[in-house]
């Protein structure tokens, strides 16, 4: 049965911990879904680890668009969320409304995903009208990386906690349905998920948290290294290195393809065949 996003307030109440996973096409998308996680995001963050941009700025709606369409392929019951890209939803509400359409009716996502507090509170109060579910995004907002001055913890300080905590009751209020909190301290993103009603999914930000969710590729073993916040659950890096290498040794030593591998044809059409090519010669 496809998972509906009031399942994810009811696994808050039941105490039940969510995880959640990134996902950026077919094959991965089909794996974590067999797998039963419940909700799969369409990162913005397929710019770093699926294009090799340094960031996600450089991510558009129609990269958004194709990853989300192959996920949601992909899938038969995760609740697919697909990120609002760089200056989706910033310069207007209007823009994010559009924007947000785009992404349930031509890529297929069931909800959306903004990063920002109190400035977006507008857009997600007229997306949410619009009938598209809304996850929040607080803490370290990648695409924020410039402003922020790279990538760092957010909410170390007094006032930074503080405006943080008002901006989940904030996005609460405005009807998101779940709030994401990034490289939050475990104790401040703990306060913050017994403060709401809606769920929260931590990265970097404690068990204190509802759940968590994790890019693919570090728990894979399919990055270029493993991030503090990440664990990795398999080291498919060597794995894959090793089969190329080997595929590699089979080919310059004759061994690959073998009949096994190859396409055969009937022995009296091969021998009539010939017949003709030896004729034409």
Known sequence: ??????????????????????????????????????????????????????????????????HT??????????????????????????????????????????????EGGEFITEAVGRITNAGIPVLGHLGLTPQSVNQLGGYRVQGRTLPQAQKLLDDAVELEAAGVFGIVLESVPGPLAEVVTKRLRVPTIGIGAGAGCDGQIQV????????????????QYANLNQVIEEAIAAYMGDVRDGDFPTDEHTAQIDDAVLREFMGDVAADR
Not at 35 to 40: D, E, K, M, N, W
Not at 89 to 101: F, H, K, L, T
């Open 216 to 231: 693919l590729h570090d728990l894979l073993g399919l990055s270029d290294r493993v991030p503090k916040h990440a664990k």
């Open 69 to 114: 369409q192959a996920v949601v392929r992909g899938t038969r019951e995760a609740l697919i969320v697909a990120d609002m890209p760089f200056m989706s939803y910033q310069a207007s509400p209007e823009d994010a409304v559009r924007n947000a359409g785009i992404l349930i009716q031509e890529a297929g996502a069931h909800a959306v995903k903004l």
């Open 1 to 66: 049965m496809p998972v509906r996003i009031t399942k994810f307030q009811e696994m808050k109440q039941m105490g039940e911990r969510i995880p959640c996973i990134t996902a950026y096409d077919y094959p991965t998308a089909k794996l974590a879904d067999a797998a039963g996680i419940p909700l799969i995001l369409v990162g913005d963050s397929l710019g770093n680890v699926v294009l090799g941009f340094g960031s996600t700025v450089h991510v558009t709606m129609d990269d958004m668009v194709r």
